[in-house]
C-alpha cells in the first residue's frame, strides 16, 4: 500500500508541505540579516571604545598637571571628593524615593490590578520619563524646596540643597524601576502562582514569596538600571543641587556632582586645552568607571538570580 510522502502527494493526490531545508545552509536573507545584527552590536561597542579614547588623552594633560594626590583630595580647585560625595547622596536619596514606589507600582500592575487599569495605568507610569529633566529641575527649585520643605515640612534648607534634587530625581527613576520590575514578573509562570494559592497562600504572600523572588533577577536589574539613570541625570542635580563643592552629611545643603560639574565647566568660561577644562574629562572618566562597575555588579546580580522557567 502506498503511502503518501511529507515532502510530495498523498494518497489523494493532494501537495503536502514544502521540504524543509536541514542542511544548515544559510539563506542569503538570513546573511544579510544576522550581519545587519553583528554590525549593531559592534558599533554599539565601537562608540563605547570611540568614548573611552576620547577622555583619555585629555586625562593624560591633566595628570600631567595635577598631582593624583591634589585631584582626590577633599579640598581644593580641583578636589573630585567633594563631587562624587554629592552624587552619591543625591543618587542615595533617589533609591530610598523611586526603589519603594517603583517595585510597589510593579507588584501591583502585575499581580493586582485589572486588565483595563493596566492599560491606563502603566502608560501613565512611563510617562514621567518622557519629561525633560529641565523640567524637573524647575520643579525641585520652584516647588519642592520652597512649598514641599519649607511651608510644608518646615525644614530649614538651602535654596539649593541636595534633599530637593534627590526627591525629584527618585520621581524621575520611578518609571525606568516600575516598568522592568513589573515586566520581569509579568513574565513569571502563572503555574507558580496557581501552585501557591493551592497551598492556602494569599495574593500578598504568593506575591511577596513566589512571584517577588522567581523575578529577582529582573528586580535586581531595575534597580541597577535606575541606579545608573540617576547617577548620570544632569539637568536636575545641575538645578536644584548646588553648584559649589561642599563635602557634608548634611542634604539640607547645597552639593555639587559630577555631572554638574561637567556641565558648569563645560559652559564656555574654561578655554579648550586648559588645566580647568581638561578637569572635566578626568572627572567624566571617573564617573565612566563608576558606571562600569554598576553595570558589571548588575550582570554578577542577574547572572547569580537568574531562574528560568
Not at 544548515?24 to 561597542?45: C, D, Q, Y
Amino acid at each position: 500500500m502506498r503511502t503518501g510522502s511529507i515532502h510530495g502527494a498523498g494518497p489523494s493526490g493532494r501537495t503536502g508541505p514544502p521540504a524543509i531545508d536541514l542542511s544548515g545552509r544559510s539563506r542569503p536573507g538570513e546573511t544579510v540579516i544576522r550581519s545587519v545584527l553583528f554590525l549593531s552590536a559592534i558599533t554599539s561597542v565601537a562608540i563605547t571604545i570611540g568614548i573611552l579614547i576620547a577622555l583619555i588623552e585629555p586625562v593624560v594633560h591633566f595628570f600631567g598637571q595635577v598631582p593624583f594626590g591634589e585631584f582626590f583630595a577633599t579640598e581644593g580647585t580641583y578636589a573630585v571628593l567633594p563631587l562624587v560625595a554629592g552624587t552619591l547622596m543625591s543618587t542615595f536619596i533617589a533609591l530610598l524615593v523611586a526603589v519603594p514606589l517603583g517595585l510597589g507600582a510593579a507588584m501591583y500592575l502585575s499581580e493586582y490590578a485589572s486588565r483595563r487599569s493596566r492599560k491606563v495605568l502603566k502608560p501613565t507610569v512611563e510617562l514621567l520619563a518622557g519629561i525633560p529633566s529641565v523640567v524637573y529641575g524647575f520643579f525641585a527649585l520652584s516647588f519642592v524646596t520652597p512649598t514641599l520643605l519649607q511651608d510644608i515640612l518646615s525644614l530649614d534648607v538651602n535654596f539649593t540643597n541636595v534633599l530637593a534634587a534627590g526627591l525629584v530625581l527618585g520621581v524621575m527613576v520611578i518609571p525606568t524601576i516600575a516598568s522592568l520590575a513589573e515586566d520581569a514578573m509579568s513574565a513569571v509562570p502563572h503555574a507558580l502562582r496557581q501552585g501557591s494559592l493551592a497551598m492556602g497562600a494569599n495574593r500578598m504572600q504568593t506575591t511577596l514569596r513566589v512571584v517577588f523572588p522567581a523575578a529577582l533577577s529582573g528586580i535586581a536589574a531595575a534597580v541597577v538600571l535606575g541606579l545608573s539613570r540617576a547617577i548620570g541625570e544632569t539637568m536636575i542635580v545641575a538645578l536644584a543641587a548646588g553648584a559649589q563643592k561642599n563635602l557634608t552629611w548634611d542634604p539640607r545643603e547645597g552639593m555639587q556632582t559630577m555631572t554638574g560639574f561637567i556641565a558648569q565647566t563645560a559652559g564656555g568660561e574654561n578655554p579648550v586645552g586648559s588645566t580647568s577644562y581638561n578637569a572635566l574629562f578626568a572627572v567624566g572618566l571617573l564617573l565612566f568607571l563608576i558606571t562600569l562597575v554598576i553595570n558589571i555588579v548588575s550582570i554578577a546580580l542577574v547572572r547569580r538570580f537568574r531562574q528560568v522557567y
